[in-house]
Structure formats: structure tokens, C-alpha cells
């Protein structure tokens, strides 16, 4: 079995998010970049399905250079290779045709992402590489068993979950709790020094958006504290002031 | 040329955030000097989908077809696809949603689409098709332009304030052919919770933290929830530990909220829990410690303990 996870370098979770140029450019500086957290839990079952099953396991990002050590970090926690297109990733489209043209050269049986990335929220290079490759995408993912080449899994829906079987190749974006997410062992950083990462160019350059600029939501007013002893006056001053029940 | 928006269903009924799809999509029709036209797929009323019109769909599209009686996301945007190329339609709208993001992507492929998603207000068409994003879970917004020939709105929820007017729609029925891969997946089993309401669509969440000590506390929770008819929400270690159903799990790497009143006891407020809910419009912070830093963000404080103040709270709400 083939395995490709795609994976995303971006902020850490606890960053305070800035920009510089006149709110043009996302301000990198002092920035820590993480793997994507839901990235994370795809490559944590997918080194899981390795372990049990046997598979190959190839991470994927659409990046610059400076993307490159949570890539090294997704070796050392049991990818077998990795493939970075050098390029920014203009956006979701974008993305999905390096993916879609890989995937066209070299077949994998799953193709695991993240279920959203966290710095454009998109929830959308899955939907849009399955549509490229005419096979089924499936997001949210929180439970993934191979059987052959039969997939089974449990995704979330708006209140509840259902279960799906399909035929695998699929194209999934995971979630919790898929998988638990894995730390690299000092073995795992020492060999992922000399794991191939191969460079390549991107495929076609379409842009079909582009942010022409950012802007900061605007800080909430002062907090209104209320005597716990006088609960009840909350529920007055939502209704009268808030004006929300 | 008309705006085409999805519209989803729940039990035959139009969903709030479709209505306030519909009522997007009938505005940017009017910036754009056309119609809009609402597609909806499975079973539901005539009269139900009439009141598309009273949020500014001229036309009802209503697929129908029994293979569709279920929510697919690769199948529903085939039927969207197949719509808009009837229509000659260059944009469309749907509310964001775990079917409308499915759609939305599979769309973006079939029609090389420039995708935005999270969008929060009217589009500026002033040069171009610029729209509000909201990115990094809340923590800031984009404005994108879409240079795409084919555009697809996906709108966050409750973020567009819809007015109604009493017109009716008309409905025509819609039959494109279906394509047999868009049913690939057997659905084996389904667990919904029903009668409750269902927290993304909720006007009002009350949500709980690691603060209730167990899951067999979460009877004073469910009490406040029941008499402001709000959905229950809660942290992520909650979900983890399996105090609460996953799908109750807000935050950065859960659901992203924005309700007119999130109330939050016993949470303490970490960034990755508030990067799902603070867009929301009124917050509430219930937390025995003065400290916490969840009162930072909030509109409303009250330090103290949550199994004495959860009652209080409920009591008068029921005194309302
Ligand atoms: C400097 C800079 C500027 C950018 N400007 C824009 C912009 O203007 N508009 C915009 O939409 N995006 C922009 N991005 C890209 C953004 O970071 C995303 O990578 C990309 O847009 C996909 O976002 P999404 O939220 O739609 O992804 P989602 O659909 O939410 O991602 C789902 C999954 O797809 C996979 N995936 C997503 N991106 C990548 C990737 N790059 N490499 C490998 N796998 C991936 C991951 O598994 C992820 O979990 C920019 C990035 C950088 C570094
Ligand atoms: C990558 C990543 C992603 C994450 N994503 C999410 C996410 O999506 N959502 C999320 O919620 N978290 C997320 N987290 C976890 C987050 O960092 C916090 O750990 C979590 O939100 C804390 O949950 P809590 O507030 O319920 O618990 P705690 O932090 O333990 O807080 C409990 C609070 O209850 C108060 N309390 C205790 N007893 C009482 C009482 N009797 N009455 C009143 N108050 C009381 C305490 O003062 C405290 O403030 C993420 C973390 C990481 C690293």
C-alpha cells in the first residue's frame, strides 16, 4: 500500500497573528511553524497503518525552503520519503493541482490530509484533488481501518457520525481521534538526516485568488463583571442590554 | 448569468444558514444586475421551497431524485455543477457547513472555481470580486480577490443579519443525470442526536470545560442549555477524556462557532479554544478563578463556582 500525506508548515497554535506592509504580508517573525495539527493526526495513522499493515509513506508540501524542518520532522516520526514542490502556495486550488499531478504519476491507495489547514481554514484541497483525480473524497475523517482494499471509516457530521465503507483509492481529511499524535524518538531524528527529500518544480501555475490585504478584528469592549451572588442579574442584562435571549 | 445558491435542507425545512445563503446570494444578484436562483435537493414541501422567495430567490431548482434523499457531497455537487452550467451561472453561494465544504471543493475542481471560504460579508465589486475572509480561525481577516472566471462563495454562518420580504419563488423541478462514481460510498451506519438543537446552527451555545470535574455533572449544563434553547458545547480535554461526544468539541481543531451568546463555564480560555468561538457576538465567562484569562475576551464575567451559579442562571431564565 502507498501512502501520501500532505502536509502544511504554519504558525503555531498560540501565535499572535500579525502583518507587516501596510497589512499586506502575514509577519513571519519570531514565529514558531509547526505541522499542521490535523496534518498531524493523517501522518500519525498513517505511520500507524505502516506499522500494521505495511505501507510506503511519502509526506508531500507545497512550500518554500522554510518549510523544511516540519517536513524533517515527518520522517522522523516514521514518513519513509518525502516530495516538497517549491513553491508559495498561492491557495487551495493551487495546491491541489501539485498533489493531483503527482498523484497521476506515481498511484497511492490514500491520500491523507489534514482535515483544514489552520492558517486559511479552507477544508478544501481534499474535496478539490479528489474531484482532479475522479476518485471519492472524505471529510472529516476520525476513524480509518484498511481491509484489503476495502477503507473503512467513521466521519463526522453536523451532531453525530456515520460509518462508511468504500474502495480504496480514496483522498481523506482526518481529524481526531484518527490517531494519536506521535513524537519523534532520537532514532527517528538521527535517520530522518539521510531520508530523501526530493525538490521538484510546480505543475502549472494557476492562481485563481489572491489576498490583497488583511486586517485585524476589532478587540472586544471591557469585560462587565457581575457579583456571583447576583447571577440573576446576567440573565436581565443579556435580555435588556445584549439584547441576545 | 443569474447567482446560483445552494440551499440545504434539514428535515424539509430550509436551513437558517441557507436562508441566509439565499438572502447573500440574492444581494450580490442585485449588485450584479440579475437573478437569483436557489437549487435544493431531496424531499420537502412546494411550500416550503416557495420560501426561498421571501429571502430573494426568483427560482427554486429542486432536485429530486430518490438516489439523493441522503446528503453527498460528490453527488449534491454534480447536481450544483449541471445548475449553474442550466443557469449560465458565474457565481455561487452556499453556507459554510460539513456538506456545503465537501460541495464547495468538489465544485471548485469541476469548474476551476476561485473558492473563498469563510466569507463574511457582501463582496466589493467595485474593481473586481473582492470578499471579507475570515483566516487563521478567527484571528484575522483577508480580503480576496477572485480572479476565477467561475466564483464559489462559502459563507460562515450567522455572520449575515437576513431580512424577508413576502414574495414567493417559483419552483421548477431539476433532473440532470447522475453520475454513477458520485455513489461510491455506502454509508453503514449513522448516529445523529436528535430533538436537541445542533450546535453549528445554534443562535445560542452554552459550552463547559475540564471545570465540571465529570461527565456526571453535566445535568446543571444541560439545564441552562434547555431553558434558553441553546446547544451545548464543549473544550477539547472534555471531548479527549469522553466526557462529551466529539462533535461537541469547539475550538481551534474542533468547531468553529459563532453564536449571538456563547456561554463558557469552567473553560479557562486557552487561544486554541477561543480561536473557535470568538467571533462569536456575546461571551459569557463563568470561572472560579479571577485570573483566568478567558475574562480577557469576554463581554460578560461572574467569578465564581459553576455548580452554583449554572442554577441560579437557569432559574432565571425560567422566571423570564
Ligand atoms: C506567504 C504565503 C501566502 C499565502 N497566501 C495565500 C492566499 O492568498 N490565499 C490562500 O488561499 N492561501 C494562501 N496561502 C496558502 C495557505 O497557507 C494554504 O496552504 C493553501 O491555501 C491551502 O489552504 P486551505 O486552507 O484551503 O487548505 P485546506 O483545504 O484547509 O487544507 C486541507 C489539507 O490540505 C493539505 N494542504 C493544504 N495546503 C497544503 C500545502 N501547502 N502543502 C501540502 N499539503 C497541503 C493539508 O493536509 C491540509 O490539512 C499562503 C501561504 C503562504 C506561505
Ligand atoms: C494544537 C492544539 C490544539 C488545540 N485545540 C483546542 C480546541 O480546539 N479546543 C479547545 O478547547 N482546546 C484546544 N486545545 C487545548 C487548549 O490548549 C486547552 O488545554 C483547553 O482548551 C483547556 O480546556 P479547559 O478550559 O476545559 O480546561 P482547563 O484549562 O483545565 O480549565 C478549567 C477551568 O475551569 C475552572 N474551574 C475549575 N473548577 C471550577 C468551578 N468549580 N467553577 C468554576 N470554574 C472552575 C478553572 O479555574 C480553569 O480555568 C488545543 C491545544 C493544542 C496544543
Known amino acids: 500500500m502507498k501512502i501520501l500525506v500532505c502536509v ?9 497573528i500579525t502583518f507587516t506592509g501596510n497589512n499586506t504580508k502575514f509577519n513571519k517573525a519570531g514565529v514558531q511553524f509547526i505541522t499542521g495539527p490535523y496534518d498531524d493526526y493523517a501522518l500519525a495513522r498513517a505511520v500507524e497503518l505502516k506499522e500494521k499493515l505495511g505501507a510506503s509513506v511519502t509526506v508531500f508540501n507545497v512550500g518554500e525552503a522554510d518549510a523544511e524542518p516540519v517536513i524533517r520532522k515527518c520522517l522522523a516520526i516514521g514518513a519513509d520519503d518525502a516530495i516538497r514542490v517549491n513553491a508559495e502556495p498561492i491557495d487551495a486550488y493551487f495546491v491541489a493541482e501539485q498533489i493531483a499531478a503527482v ?81 519523534p524518538n532520537m532514532r527517528g531524528i538521527m535517520t530522518a538526516r539521510t531520508k530523501p527529500l526530493k525538490i521538484i518544480q510546480p505543475a502549472g501555475q494557476d492562481s485563481l485568488t489572491a489576498v490583497a490585504n488583511y486586517e485585524m478584528p476589532a478587540p472586544r469592549g471591557a469585560v462587565k463583571m457581575i457579583p456571583a451572588d447576583e447571577a440573576e442579574t446576567l440573565i436581565k442584562l443579556l435580555r435588556t442590554e445584549a439584547k441576545v435571549i | 448569468m443569474s ?31 440579475t437573478s437569483a436562483t436557489a437549487v435544493v435537493i431531496g424531499a420537502a414541501d412546494q411550500s416550503e421551497l416557495a420560501t426561498a422567495g421571501r429571502f430573494g430567490a426568483t427560482k427554486v431548482l429542486h432536485a429530486t431524485d430518490a438516489k439523493l434523499n441522503e446528503p453527498n457531497g460528490m453527488a449534491y455537487a454534480s447536481v450544483v455543477a449541471a445548475a449553474a452550467q442550466q443557469e449560465g451561472a458565474k457565481v ?18 469541476k469548474l476551476k472555481a476561485g473558492l473563498a471560504p469563510n466569507v463574511i460579508e457582501l463582496p466589493d465589486l467595485s474593481s473586481g470580486f473582492r470578499v471579507k475572509t475570515s483566516i487563521y480561525t478567527g484571528k484575522a481577516f483577508a480580503f480576496n480577490e477572485l480572479k476565477a472566471d467561475v466564483k464559489i462563495l462559502a459563507i460562515k454562518k450567522n455572520t449575515i443579519a ?41 443562535d445560542l451555545v452554552v459550552s463547559a470545560g475540564r471545570g465540571m470535574k465529570g461527565p456526571e455533572n453535566w445535568g446543571i449544563v444541560e439545564d441552562l442549555a434547555k431553558a434558553l434553547h441553546a446547544a451545548t458545547a464543549c473544550s477539547k480535554p472534555v471531548s ?17 462557532v459563532s453564536p449571538n451568546l456563547y456561554i463558557a463555564a469552567g473553560i479557562s480560555g486557552a487561544i486554541q479554544h477561543l480561536a473557535g468561538v470568538n467571533s462569536s457576538k456575546v461571551i459569557v465567562v463563568i470561572n472560579k478563578d479571577p485570573d483566568a484569562p478567558f475574562f ?25
Open chain 1, 8 to 16: 502544511t508548515s504554519v504558525p503555531d497554535t498560540t501565535t499572535k
Open chain 2, 162 to 202: 437576513t431580512e424577508e420580504t413576502d414574495a414567493t419563488a417559483t419552483v421548477e423541478n431539476f433532473a440532470p443525470s447522475l453520475n454513477d462514481a458520485d455513489f461510491a460510498l455506502r454509508v453503514t451506519n449513522t448516529e445523529k442526536a436528535t430533538g436537541d438543537v445542533l450546535l453549528p446552527e445554534a
Open chain 1, 103 to 183: 498523484a497521476k504519476e506515481t498511484p497511492y491507495d490514500l491520500i491523507l490530509m489534514g482535515r483544514e489547514s489552520i492558517d486559511y481554514n479552507g477544508g478544501q484541497v481534499h474535496g478539490i484533488v479528489g474531484e482532479m483525480l475522479g476518485i471519492p473524497s472524505i471529510s472529516p475523517v476520525m476513524r480509518l481501518d484498511v481491509e484489503g482494499t476495502t477503507a473503512k471509516m467513521t466521519r463526522e457530521i453536523e451532531g453525530g457520525k456515520e460509518d462508511i465503507e468504500a474502495q480504496l483509492p480514496l483522498v481523506l481529511g482526518c481529524q481526531e481521534p484518527i490517531a494519536e499524535w506521535k513524537i
Open chain 2, 296 to 320: 480577557k475576551s469576554a463581554d460578560y464575567g461572574i467569578v465564581g463556582d459553576v455548580f452554583e451559579v449554572l442554577p441560579k442562571l437557569t432559574k432565571a431564565v425560567q422566571a423570564l
Open chain 2, 240 to 256: 479527549d477524556l469522553d466526557w462529551r461526544p466529539h462533535h461537541e468539541h469547539v475550538g481551534q481543531t474542533g468547531i468553529k
Open chain 2, 3 to 33: 447567482v446560483l445558491i445552494f440551499a440545504e435542507l434539514d428535515e424539509g425545512k430550509l436551513k437558517k444558514s441557507s436562508q441566509e445563503a439565499i438572502f447573500y446570494g440574492s444581494k450580490v444578484a442585485g449588485m450584479m444586475g
Open chain 2, 92 to 109: 455561487v453561494v452556499l453556507a459554510k457547513s460539513s456538506l456545503g465544504d465537501a460541495m464547495a471543493a468538489r465544485l471548485a475542481g
